[in-house]
């Protein structure tokens, strides 16, 4: 059972509000770009009539993840369920789709949005990334799109997602690392964890977590941000606002979204 946190309630708040105000997280406070450059023409053509393009993230796990018809496919933090209806597009009929939100607001408009759309192969769980509502071995593919960041505990999600993917299966997330440390100031930051930028651990360390809780063939490839889209990430936040050029100087270094896959040994 996970105990919630801190930083679970910073988070939960900042993304309930987000919602309420119909806002995407690429706004003057948080870590991604703007909606239209996450994803491909091609993907955004295949969203329902009627759905906007609201994201919380920082990449495109759709594309990355390589989805054929008939899989089942877990979203890891899946917010107003964006990408879960790109994957029940992508996995068809005979597919299944299932979000994982701990936030109330979002696990209602991604289920109000499904029902509105008359999506049929997808649903949403409310819980935390750490203790997983799904079965062991019963997931093909698992979809995230900058949220393990977010998450305190890093080795229990990975730890999780293993548990529910069948042998073989595979793992394909967006996330935002590092290379090398963050500033104390962001390290200790609430409003920086719900940000994207506190949570963000450096791409070894990933790597290493990963492959303790028994991931093989991890891959990470960096998409880096570019200066202004990092500083939006921190703009916003009152207890860092104040940081001195030479540490900011560090995050614009060292912070990055990556495209990271990873499987489970069959």
């Not at 870590?31 to 295949?46: E, I, M, N, P, V």
């Not at 393990?148 to 996330?175: C, M, Q, T, Y």
Request: negative net charge.
């Amino acid at each position: 059972m996970t105990t919630n946190t801190p930083i679970h309630e910073v988070v939960r708040e900042h993304y309930a509000e987000r919602i309420k105000n119909n806002a995407s997280c690429c706004s003057d406070s948080d870590c991604c770009g703007t909606d239209s450059k996450l994803y491909s023409t091609d993907l955004l053509a295949t969203l329902p009539e009627g759905e906007s393009v609201v994201s919380y993230g920082c990449g495109d796990p759709i594309t990355l993840a390589s989805l054929e018809p008939g899989q089942t496919v877990l979203d890891l933090g899946s917010g107003a369920g964006l990408d879960c209806f790109f994957a029940a597009k992508k996995v068809g009929e005979t597919g299944r789709v299932i979000g994982v939100d701990m936030t109330p607001e979002m696990i209602e408009r991604a289920q109000s949005s499904a029902q509105r759309l008359n999506i049929q192969n997808v649903e949403f769980r409310q819980g935390y990334l750490e203790d997983l509502p799904v079965d062991s071995n019963s997931v093909d593919v698992i979809i995230s799109n900058c949220v393990i960041n977010l998450a305190p505990d890093k080795s229990k999600v990975f730890a999780e997602a293993f548990r529910v993917l069948k042998p073989g299966a595979k793992l394909a997330v967006s996330d935002i690392v590092t290379d090398g440390p963050l500033p104390d100031p962001i390290k200790k930051s609430l409003s920086a964890w719900a940000g994207c930028v506190a949570g963000a651990v450096e791409a070894k360390d990933y790597i290493r977590t990963m492959e303790a809780v028994g991931f093989t063939n991890v891959s990470i490839v960096p998409v880096f941000f570019d200066k202004e889209t990092v500083d939006s990430a921190i703009s916003g936040m009152k207890d860092v606002i104040e940081l001195k050029t030479a540490a900011r100087d560090d995050i614009y270094k060292a912070v990055y979204s990556a495209k990271i896959t990873a499987y489970k040994p069959a």
